[in-house]
């Protein structure tokens, strides 16, 4: 399945497909969240929190999010 296409399906609130979109980059975003988290909070803590908001706006179906990967890095940094 291509990233458009789950990223429409994890939109509608299709877990599965957000649960493959989230695992194909999941390595980028940790690495991200470690050098975001620089030993002040633990990074994991920091990635979940993210991704539980991200979740969240798509399981409410309403909310049209362009690049969630940048989403969560944003997410992160804030």
Known sequence: MNEKLLLERAAQGDRAAAGTYLGTHLPT???AARRIAAGRIDPDDLLAD??????????DGRTQI??????????MRN
């Open 50 to 59: 993210a991704v539980e908001g991200l979740l969240s706006k798509w399981a």
């Open 66 to 75: 362009e690049s969630p990967r940048s989403y969560l890095l944003v997410s």
């Open 29 to 31: 975003l940790r690495a």
